[in-house]
């Protein structure tokens, strides 16, 4: 079964600096999808970035980017000049084709003014 | 990006009542509506895949005679709680899934349930 790891529960950066989210990722499959997603506490769940696995080009988001690693099935994400509005929970998730999507445990992005 | 929305955002019911939840899709037609049941600082819990026009697909421990999906269109997909306990109190989410080459899912706002 295909599972994602986010191991840290909490992360804190101060306003315009750079934050790195890590997750690790389980899976079988050759061909597959993997996100980033955002959760204010409105609780929306807000699209950040998604990737490819057959693209070997990192996608990247205005300040947002992706480390993927695909040998070492590790998809982290980059957040650049963090701001306020950053603060969020953060989830991870992994999906193939038509699959259902498999979500992390989340992190909690606090930022510091 | 598409829009989905759900109804109500916040429900308060007393326990051994129904409370019904409708997710829909706004400007597309979604075949599959996903249901996903959040508590506080945790990950979203799959609860069940709706298709229109079939029975849902529900995840292993989910009941489906406690949670009811009706998927009657290709635009609603409707949640059912019956006979509510306050351990059914939670944030119940729903997203679409957008036929398209990207099979992109999006979600509405989620519903608060407090079940008294």
């Known amino acids: 079964a295909q599972t994602v790891t986010q191991s840290q529960p909490e992360m804190s950066v101060q306003e315009a600096e750079t934050v790195t989210l890590s997750c690790t990722y389980d899976t079988s499959e050759s061909d597959y999808y993997l996100f980033w997603y955002k959760q204010p506490p409105s609780r929306q769940m807000i699209l950040v970035i998604r990737?490819?696995?057959?693209?070997?080009q990192n996608a990247t988001e205005n300040r947002f980017s992706v480390n993927f690693q695909k040998a070492a099935k590790s998809f982290s994400l980059k957040i650049s000049d963090s701001q306020l509005g950053d603060a969020a929970m953060y989830f991870c998730?992994?999906?193939?084709?038509?699959?259902?999507?498999?979500f992390g445990k989340g992190i909690t992005l606090s930022v510091r003014p | 990006g598409a829009v989905v929305s759900q109804h109500p955002s916040w429900v308060i019911c007393k326990s051994g009542t129904s409370v019904k939840i409708e997710c829909r899709s706004l400007?597309?037609?979604?075949?599959?509506m996903f249901w996903y049941r959040q508590f506080p600082k945790q990950s979203l819990m799959l609860m069940a895949t709706?298709?229109?026009?079939?029975?849902?697909?529900?995840e292993q421990g989910v009941e489906k005679d406690k949670f009811l999906i009706n998927h009657a269109s290709l635009t609603l997909s409707t949640l059912t709680v019956t006979s509510a306990h306050p351990e059914d109190s939670s944030f119940y989410i729903c997203?679409?899934?957008?036929?398209?080459?990207?099979?992109?899912?999006?979600f509405g706002p989620g519903t608060r349930l407090t079940v008294l």
């Open positions: 709706s298709n229109e026009g079939s029975k849902a697909t529900y």
């Open positions: 990737q490819e696995a057959y693209k070997q």
């Open positions: 400007d597309f037609q979604a075949t599959t």
């Open positions: 998730a992994y999906k193939t084709g038509n699959s259902k999507l498999t």
């Open positions: 997203s679409a899934r957008r036929p398209s080459a990207r099979n992109e899912q999006f």
